[in-house]
């Protein structure tokens, strides 16, 4: 459900489609990496490392946000 959500929300922009798999890719379940995705101020190299890194999808979302 969240993931077809997802697909609606970022398939008119590419950019936030982009932002949005790899931020699957990086660990995030669907609705985080939705909620990072539509966001300009949280730089996305950083949010991979930091559960690269071994930190806490629920930490790593409080400190982005």
Same mark, same amino acid.
């Given at each position: 459900?969240?993931?077809?959500?997802?697909?609606?929300?970022?398939?008119?922009?590419? +950019?936030?489609?982009?932002?949005?798999?790899? =931020? @699957? !890719?990086? *660990?995030?379940? #669907?609705?985080? $990496?939705?909620?990072?995705?539509?966001?300009?101020? +949280?730089?996305?190299?950083?949010?991979?490392? =930091? @559960? !690269?890194? *071994?930190?806490? #999808?629920?930490? $790593?979302?409080?400190?982005?946000?």
């Amino acid at each position: 459900m969240t993931t077809t959500l997802a697909h609606q929300v970022t398939e008119a922009d590419p +950019v936030r489609r982009w932002r949005f798999d790899e =931020l @699957l !890719r990086a *660990g995030y379940d #669907a609705c985080d $990496a939705l909620v990072l995705s539509g966001r300009a101020d +949280v730089d996305l190299h950083g949010a991979a490392a =930091l @559960l !690269r890194n *071994g930190c806490p #999808a629920d930490l $790593a979302i409080r400190i982005l946000l």
